[in-house]
């Protein structure tokens, strides 16, 4: 019998969400070896893109950002240091539903409103094939209520069902204090991005989070990968160190040196350690 490497394995809705939501989270764990498997749902169709330049690419005009944000993607994960990514049912397969309301959510191949048994058998087929010790996607709302990270948590869900492998069930959220203390950071600090509202941003009480994974040393990884989804979000580095990125919204986040977890199924001790507690996984025959 062989030991191998720790296997994590990521659901995600769009290109960019890996970055944003969980990339300094992959970036530390692959640069400790273990396999990192990012599943991207969708092509992100729908987004709304930054660069002038590039805004023929919209849904509604040449309707080719979904290509472009492939070479996007592909820059980041190598930035992060996937060393396996799939997108659900094969590239192009289930499109970017927009946002709740939207002409985009009645589109025939919208992931949000698609065959929920297929794409969980789709999901369960790629856990088969990775046997992944933790799990990671969004919370029961997605995070944020888009259909289609809402639709990611479904999928995860139904496919795990069938999947008993899998030890460890996080969803990926975003720390009410952590950005409370780094929005007092950028504040009063000139930047292109304006500072948030109450209510504005997707954040969690701390009280519900279980687990803080130490970033600070892969926040190049993450800023780089970030940088690479130019269409989707914009990074801002000052002179004294302060960091802030932006969606099309021009809303400033800061960014952060943890990234935060609910464990939703497993046990622990998981306070800073995704894999904390688990032990090797062994198999017969030679490692993939």
């Not at 990514?85 to 192009?92: A, E, V």
């Not at 025939?108 to 094939?129: C, K, N, V």
């Not at 995860?156 to 990926?172: F, G, I, K, M, W």
């Not at 204090?177 to 000139?190: I, K, R």
């Amino acid at each position: 019998m062989l030991t191998a490497p720790p296997r994590l394995l990521l659901v995600h809705a769009h290109p960019d969400d890996e970055s944003l939501w969980t990339g300094g989270t992959i970036a530390r764990y692959a640069a400790a070896g273990v396999q990192v498997t990012l599943v991207t749902c969708t092509l992100g169709e729908e987004g709304e893109i930054i660069p002038e330049s590039l805004a023929q690419l919209a849904a509604h005009a040449a309707d080719q950002l979904g290509g472009y944000r492939v070479g996007e993607l592909r820059a980041a994960c190598a930035a992060l240091g996937v060393s396996d990514h799939r997108y659900l049912g094969g590239m192009g397969r289930w499109r970017d539903s927009g946002m709740v309301g939207t002409e985009a959510n009645a589109h025939p191949r919208a992931f949000a409103a698609g065959d929920l048994a297929e794409q969980a058998a789709a999901l369960a087929a790629i856990l088969a094939d990775v046997r992944p010790q933790v799990v990671i996607t969004y919370g029961p709302d997605g995070g944020y209520g888009h259909p289609d990270h809402v639709r990611a948590h479904d999928v995860t869900v139904e496919a795990l069902a069938s999947c008993p492998d899998v030890q460890r069930l996080y969803h990926a959220v975003v720390s009410e204090q952590a950005v409370t203390d780094g929005l007092a950071a950028l504040a009063g600090v000139e930047q292109p991005y304006r500072l948030p509202g109450a209510g504005e941003l997707p954040v969690v009480a701390d009280s519900a989070i279980t687990t803080s994974v130490d970033i600070s040393d892969h926040l190049p990884a993450k800023l780089r990968a970030l940088r690479a989804h130019a269409t989707q979000v914009g990074v801002w580095q000052g002179d004294g160190g302060a960091l802030a990125y932006a969606l099309s919204n021009g809303i400033a986040q800061p960014v952060l040196d943890r990234e935060f977890y609910v464990l939703a199924s497993g046990t622990g001790p998981v306070e800073s350690d995704l894999f904390g507690g688990l032990a090797p996984v062994e198999h017969a025959g030679a490692d993939r």
